[in-house]
């Protein structure tokens, strides 16, 4: 028998699964044991519900940070992307940055990734060049053409637009 929370996740639309959330806040550490898991029905709706009803810095999210941080390696496209949203409103601690970062830049430099899990990828990774400033070097490797031009054309303008304003490039 399913919970009322996956019940909502499967038959509602998106306004009246933010709604139960919003209505029911007991419910959220249920929807961070779904957001982790790899339930193929529940899983990537609550992290997608998850990430539009919390708040930056979200203590109900605070102690479960290490926890997304692992479970994010070998989920699907929209998965991930969605828990990289979540972590990406969080305050990290540099270890959380440093694992995000190598896991960003391994979905950035992947081809087979959706053009949005690239997106998500590359401004995490703007992200960190904008704190750390030292890792511009390292990030202008990976800008290649064959990994720009690949992308969708509203992301790839994008791209080419942040990677300017991060990198002072001329155009990629």
């Not at 639309?13 to 959330?21: D, G, H, N, P, Q």
């Not at 109900?60 to 998965?79: E, L, Q, T």
């Not at 960003?104 to 899990?117: I, N």
Request: proline share 5%; with cysteine; charged share 30%.
């Amino acid at each position: 028998m399913s919970t009322a929370l996956e019940d909502i996740l499967v038959n509602a639309y998106s306004i009246e699964m933010e709604a139960y959330l919003k209505a029911h806040p007991e419910d959220f550490p249920e929807a961070i044991e779904l957001a982790l898991g790899d339930r193929e029905r529940y899983s990537w709706r609550a992290a997608w519900l998850m990430g539009n009803c919390m708040e930056v810095d979200d203590e109900r999210v605070r102690g479960s940070v290490d926890r997304i941080v692992a479970a994010m390696p070998g989920k699907p496209d929209g998965h991930w992307r969605e828990l990289m949203k979540i972590v990406s409103k969080m305050r990290l601690n540099d270890e959380q940055e440093g694992r995000l970062f190598e896991m960003a830049m391994q979905q950035w430099q992947d081809p087979e990734k959706q053009s949005s899990v690239r997106w998500k990828a590359f401004q995490f990774i703007a992200a960190m060049v904008d704190k750390y400033p030292e890792l511009a070097a390292e990030v202008r490797l990976v800008l290649r053409p064959e990994l720009i031009d690949q992308l969708s054309p509203g992301v790839r303008r994008s791209v080419s637009r942040e990677a300017r304003r991060m990198l002072a490039l001329k155009p990629v």
